[in-house]
């Protein structure tokens, strides 16, 4: 069998591709690329920037930079150097804006601050009246910086409490109560109006011994009769005598009709709700 050899009449030993090749049999691939072995890195494989980034420092924004700046260096923060810490500064916001411009617009504005303060802090302090200190250019940027660590060291404190469905769960156990119904409580007033309540009932129920007693319908007849002679009228009611009890009345009432009844006397009134009177029937001689 013949020799392999290029175009060229090179060894196909000695072609460009084979410097590539390693020159050992076990030598271990640094990568495969559909399912072929990579011994060396492709010279014209791009790779993006910002393909990986680690950051080992977040922060939430200018104020949150400037406040580690300062207490990362044990600076004062009522009395901060600023030269040393707008440098610093700048030197995080030059690696900001290579990555991220719009994320570092606002670390600019706090970098011109910075600046700006640094610049009147050279220039002569303005008079102040007597007996007042001359108007400290970081005041302010102070007074903000203090605020900001106070509220972030609240919301961590927040952050660390125990909260529910996220450090502890509520157990919830079913206990199957008893079958037995439980009354309510009796008041005191209650018990007071039933006792009321059980005496007058008791009341209405009372024994009555009835004694017999003879009444004759026809004797308060003939009474009646000689109550009206010699009267013209009399009124319906003086024909009763309350003092004698309720079966004489009943009696006498009894009477009235029978005599009405067989037309011994009349009973007339005027008009509706006038007074009823009872007299002897008139009968002709």
Do not use: C
């Amino acid at each position: 069998m013949s020799d392999l050899h290029d175009s060229a009449g090179r060894p196909a030993a000695e072609a460009p591709h084979a410097a590539a090749m390693p020159q050992v049999v076990d030598h271990v691939a640094v990568a495969r690329l559909y399912g072929e072995p990579l011994f060396t890195m492709p010279q014209d494989l791009y790779i993006p920037p910002d393909a990986l980034e680690v950051f080992l420092e977040a922060f939430e924004g200018p104020l949150d930079l400037l406040l580690y700046l300062i207490r990362k260096q044990n600076f004062n923060i009522l009395d901060i150097p600023m030269a040393a810490v707008t440098r610093q500064y700048l030197t995080y916001v030059d690696q900001v804006r290579d990555r991220n411009l719009e994320l570092a617009a606002e670390y600019l504005l706090m970098a011109a601050m910075l600046i700006e303060i640094k610049s009147r802090m050279l220039l002569p302090p303005k008079k102040a009246a007597e007996g007042e200190e001359a108007e400290d250019p970081r005041a302010e940027l102070v007074r903000r910086l203090l605020e900001y660590e106070q509220i972030k060291i609240a919301a961590a404190g927040l952050g660390n409490l125990p909260q529910y469905g996220r450090d502890f769960l509520k157990a919830q156990v079913y206990i199957e109560q008893s079958l037995q119904p439980r009354f309510p409580d009796v008041h005191v007033v209650d018990l007071q109006e039933a006792w009321a309540d059980i005496l007058k009932r008791a009341k209405l129920v009372q024994h009555h011994k009835i004694s017999r007693e003879e009444l004759s319908v026809r004797e308060h007849m003939s009474i009646v009769l000689r109550h009206l002679q010699g009267q013209k009228f009399v009124e319906f009611e003086h024909l009763f005598d309350a003092t004698k009890g309720v079966p004489v009345l009943v009696v006498t009432f009894i009477a009235l009709l029978e005599l009405a009844k067989e037309s011994l006397i009349d009973i007339t009134q005027a008009e509706a709700f006038a007074p009823i009177y009872v007299r002897l029937a008139y009968s002709p001689a």
